[in-house]
């Protein structure tokens, strides 16, 4: 059964809350793992950073907190910050959905930010499955071609389309009980609204019920958790493209970090509105 890890953090203020998911396989997990480890012995080798000390951006780019024994200047912090995306982009096989809601009139944007993620991560498990079922069709009847026996034929069909895709989230800890409420809903009522304006059984919306995620969120504390850390740079490069960007930030060149490195690998397909699949509504 293929399995996609997503990582999800969030990062946001007064205009907008961003989430970033970055989805690692199951079979290149172990080396996308190793790749990220290498990077923390690359930066304690460089910078002194302690490898269990927590990469958060905000703190990080913001100059505050101790990293390790030797103090490092703000260039090299926000270097770190860069090479933080870097890594990400460079993962074997990943991909990353993005969501940035705007909070002006929205009376919970976190909650809505997540079930717009659920369901973005829903529809790609989908997707890909089916996409996975058309080339198992025509490698069966490839291999019908070479004449095989019936019965290992049907063996062979049956293990094969008995795979389907899941999904395993895991998140930073914070609102857990009402994250993990929402999750739960979705799995029995799911209303989806149709992007055509109605469903070709002429309703507005369809229950679309999450069924490729396996349990409930995982929520680890972030100092636990180098997956989850990426994901807080992914988020906060997206917050810094998707808001007025300050003097500072423009003069480290945060604003566009997201497009020089997490754009290449964002899923463009979780939103068909924006030229880079970020999700807004």
């Known amino acids: 059964m293929p399995a996609h890890f997503f990582y999800v953090d969030e990062s946001h203020d007064d205009e907008v809350f961003c989430l970033s998911a970055i989805s690692v396989m199951d079979r290149h997990w172990s080396e996308c793992l190793k790749a ?5 012995l690359r930066l304690k080798q460089q910078y002194g950073v302690w490898l269990r000390e927590e990469l958060h951006t905000t703190k990080l780019v913001a100059g505050r907190g101790s990293l390790g024994p030797n103090v490092i200047c703000k260039y090299d912090r926000v270097k770190i910050f860069f090479d933080m995306l870097r890594v990400i982009a460079t993962l074997p096989k990943v991909f990353v959905i993005n969501v940035a809601i705007r909070k002006q009139g929205r009376s919970d944007p976190q909650l809505i930010a997540w079930d717009r993620m659920i ?27 070479h004449a095989p026996s019936a019965s290992l034929v049907r063996e062979i069909e049956s293990r094969l389309m008995a795979l389907s895709m899941q999904s395993v989230v895991i998140a930073d800890q914070g609102r857990e009980f009402e994250i993990t ?37 995982v929520f680890k504390a972030s100092e636990r958790s180098y997956f989850i850390q990426l994901a807080d740079a992914a988020a906060f490069a997206l917050l810094k493209r998707e808001t007025t960007p300050s003097d500072r930030v423009k003069r480290y060149g945060l604003h566009k970090a997201w497009d020089k490195m997490i754009a290449p690998v964002s899923l463009t397909a979780a939103s068909k509105r924006d030229p880079h699949g970020i999700v807004r509504n």
Request: proline share 4%; charged share 35%.
């Open 119 to 145: 369901n973005r991560i829903e529809r790609t498990m989908r997707a890909r499955e089916e996409r996975e079922k058309i080339t198992r069709i025509h490698l069966c009847r490839q291999m019908k071609m």
């Open 36 to 40: 990220v480890v290498d990077f923390r």
């Open 181 to 217: 409420k929402a999750f739960r809903r979705m799995r029995i009522f799911n209303p989806v609204p149709s992007k055509m304006g109605q469903w070709s059984s002429g309703t507005y919306t369809k229950n679309i019920i999450v069924e490729r995620q396996i349990e409930d969120p």
